[in-house]
Every structure is written in structure tokens, then in C-alpha cells.
């Protein structure tokens, strides 16, 4: 997979990363980020990749339970012998379509079990390493959905990216005096492997060009001013940014990546 970002090789040396959710998408560039700028990097999900960079740990694990984050902390802290900077991308919906009353007490449950809860979770295992050492660096992966939901089909989804945001600000007032930074990334459409292949589906069910279906897709967004979706390489590099010695005085925020697809300030 090619990733189009310029590296220095030296910028993370030494640094102990960990990213949930690493194995595809925008959590593959991330991770891609990390490694090649020579941090040691954990990663971990429900299976594997073939494009993950060699030297990267990989631990199979289910975030969604505590067993699962529980897993994951102890090898990581295994692994790398302390932590130095989390990112938490996993997440995700598969609510069914037709609004608030087909989203049932399980998919309401299933969103905040993968889009919330891992990440306070990994937070309450790791933070006490980084309170040790009084410095860190935490980012969490919500969505423009937290302020611009897509009813039909993503409201459980959304609300809880929404929930992430806050519980991240809140995180933030309280550890950010300690010496650890927390922030905030909300993606809007971001063009990885899966959101190419629901191009291709668009294209062949509406027999309709890629291009057409792809425009079909932001103009259901409202539009995006840039006229295509963010590369999960800015994502990474956003996101590196924000973990970095270069951005020391920035916490408590969130950043929108979106093409200017949210139309207030």
C-alpha cells in the first residue's frame, strides 16, 4: 500500500505506540506513520494484514470487551515496556438502515461496546504508565457524525463518537496537568479500502462510472468543497502532528479532516 507522506525516520525514535484498529484504512496509515518514523508500534484487531510493516506487533484481540482491552494493555506493556502515545481508531457501525426505530437495544449496545468503550477502557489500563513518567500523548479517532449525524442508519454510531469527544475533553482537563495531552481527530469520509469498494457496488448496482458514484455519495454528504474524500494518509499525518514534541501546547481540542464537508464553524 502506498502512502504518500513525506518521513523522517528519527522523529519518533524510541517512542512506544500503540494503535487500536491498525490493520486496514486510516488505522494501517497511522500505524505505516509510527513504524516509519521509527517508533516501536503495537497494533491490534480482530485479525491480521498482510501490509502492516514488518517490525510492527501485532495482537489479535475483540476491543468491544473488557477481556479483549485487558489483553491488549497487558501485552503491550509486555512488549514495549511502558507507553508513550495510544491512538484509538477501532470502531465502526453495521446498524441496519430505517432510522431510529430499526436500531435496536443490541446495535445501540454494539456501537458504544466499539466506538466508546475501548477506548476509556484501554485509557483506564495505560494512562497510570504514562502518569509515572508525566508525559504522553493520547488521540482519539471520533467522526464528523458526533455534529452531523446521518439519522438513517448511523444515529448509534454517531452518538457515540459524540460521547468519545466529550469523555476525551473531559479526560483532557484532568490528566493534561499531569504532562499528558489528549486530542481529538474526527475523519469525515476518508477514501480507504472499504469505502472504494462501496464505490465500485454504487458503480455496478446503478450502472453508473465510479466518478458519478462517487459524486452521488458527496452530494448526499451535503457536499465536499474539495470534491473528494480525505486520503487516510492525511488522516496519519494529522494525527502524528498532534502526537509529536511539535505540538506540546495542544490539548483538549478536536481536529476536523472533512474537505470542508461540515458547513458551520
Given at each position: 500500500?502506498?502512502?504518500?507522506?513525506?518521513?523522517?525516520?528519527?522523529?519518533?525514535?524510541?517512542?512506544?505506540?500503540?494503535?487500536t484498529g491498525g490493520t486496514k484504512g486510516q488505522g494501517l496509515a497511522i500505524v505505516t506513520k509510527f513504524a516509519l518514523s521509527g517508533a516501536r508500534v503495537v497494533t491490534t484487531a480482530r485479525s491480521s494484514s498482510d501490509?502492516?510493516?514488518?517490525?510492527?506487533?501485532?495482537?489479535?484481540?475483540?476491543?468491544?470487551?473488557?477481556?479483549?482491552?485487558?489483553?491488549?494493555?497487558?501485552?503491550?506493556?509486555?512488549?514495549?515496556?511502558?507507553?508513550?502515545?495510544?491512538?484509538?481508531?477501532?470502531?465502526?457501525s453495521s446498524s441496519p438502515a430505517g432510522g431510529f426505530l430499526a436500531q435496536t437495544e443490541e446495535d445501540w449496545s454494539q456501537a458504544l461496546n466499539l466506538n466508546l468503550l475501548p477506548a476509556v477502557r484501554i485509557d483506564r489500563l495505560l494512562v497510570?504508565?504514562?502518569?509515572?513518567?508525566?508525559?504522553?500523548?493520547?488521540?482519539?479517532?471520533?467522526?464528523?457524525?458526533?455534529?452531523?449525524?446521518?439519522?438513517?442508519?448511523?444515529?448509534?454510531y454517531a452518538a457515540a463518537k459524540a460521547a468519545l469527544a466529550n469523555y476525551s475533553k473531559g479526560l483532557s482537563k484532568e490528566i493534561s496537568p499531569e504532562g499528558i495531552r489528549v486530542n481529538v481527530v474526527s475523519p469525515g469520509w476518508v477514501a480507504t479500502e472499504a469505502s472504494n469498494a462501496m464505490m465500485e457496488r454504487i458503480s455496478t448496482t446503478?450502472?453508473?462510472?465510479?466518478?458519478?458514484?462517487?459524486k452521488s455519495v458527496m452530494?448526499?454528504?451535503?457536499?465536499i468543497p474539495i470534491g473528494r474524500p480525505a486520503w487516510p494518509a492525511e488522516v496519519a499525518e494529522l494525527v502524528s502532528f498532534l502526537s509529536s514534541d511539535r505540538a506540546e501546547a495542544i490539548t483538549g481540542h478536536e481536529y476536523i479532516i472533512d474537505g470542508g464537508t461540515i458547513p458551520t464553524i
Open positions: 500500500m502506498n502512502y504518500p507522506f513525506k518521513v523522517d525516520s528519527t522523529e519518533f525514535l524510541g517512542k512506544r505506540v500503540l494503535v501490509d502492516l510493516p514488518r517490525e510492527v506487533i501485532f495482537i489479535e484481540a475483540d476491543l468491544t470487551t473488557p477481556e479483549g482491552t485487558r489483553h491488549v494493555a497487558k501485552r503491550t506493556l509486555s512488549q514495549l515496556g511502558g507507553i508513550d502515545i495510544i491512538v484509538h481508531v477501532a470502531g465502526g497510570p504508565e504514562m502518569l509515572k513518567q508525566q508525559k504522553g500523548s493520547i488521540v482519539h479517532i471520533s467522526s464528523i457524525q458526533r455534529s452531523l449525524p446521518l439519522h438513517d442508519s448511523t444515529l448509534a446503478n450502472n453508473v462510472s465510479i466518478k458519478e458514484a462517487t452530494d448526499a454528504l451535503g457536499g
